[in-house]
């Protein structure tokens, strides 16, 4: 299995030599952020936990962002937009509106879903296969949208 920890570490050893300093910074966080849960759960990690992981610095990062942007510092909101187009190097392939589309109107029929109570039903479906391939508050915005027709 080709685990993803060894992509990234190879990327990092292509940065270093390639003296791309920006990206193997980013890299260096994203690999400590790795190490740093499996220190604190004693684990090692696969393909999946790794997505997570990296989902999780991406919501960081887009939040970081939309604070920035906020406070009029853009500066700071395009480092952290540099850093979202590393990571997401990382991540599996997005899925395009469609295709999300097509899988909460699936999955809203499938959990029999009736109303925006019954959210956590549709949401639980399609977290596992969306992980990492669409930001997930996109998701719920359209799961609440298909709701509440």
């Given at each position: 299995m080709d685990l993803l920890t060894d992509r990234i570490r190879d990327d990092m050893k292509a940065s270093m030599k390639g003296g791309n300093k920006a990206r193997l910074g980013v890299i260096r966080l994203i690999l400590a952020a790795l190490k740093q849960v499996e220190v604190d759960e004693r684990i090692v990690l696969?393909?999946?936990?790794?997505?997570?992981?990296?989902?999780?610095?991406?919501?960081?990062?887009?939040?970081?962002?939309?604070?920035?942007?906020?406070?009029?510092?853009?500066?700071l909101a395009a480092i952290e937009e540099a850093e979202i187009l590393v990571i997401q190097d990382f991540m599996p392939q997005a899925l395009s509106v469609e295709e999300i589309d097509a899988m909460v109107s699936e999955a809203v029929a499938e959990s029999g879903a009736k109303s925006v109570k019954d959210m956590g039903k549709?949401?639980?479906?399609?977290?596992?296969?969306?992980?990492?391939?669409?930001d997930m508050s996109v998701v719920s915005a359209k799961i609440k949208a298909a709701l509440a027709e």
């Open positions: 696969d393909n999946e936990r790794v997505i997570q992981i990296l989902d999780k610095m991406l919501k960081q990062r887009r939040e970081s962002i939309r604070q920035f942007t906020e406070g009029g510092r853009n500066d549709v949401m639980g479906l399609l977290k596992a296969k969306m992980q990492g391939r669409a």
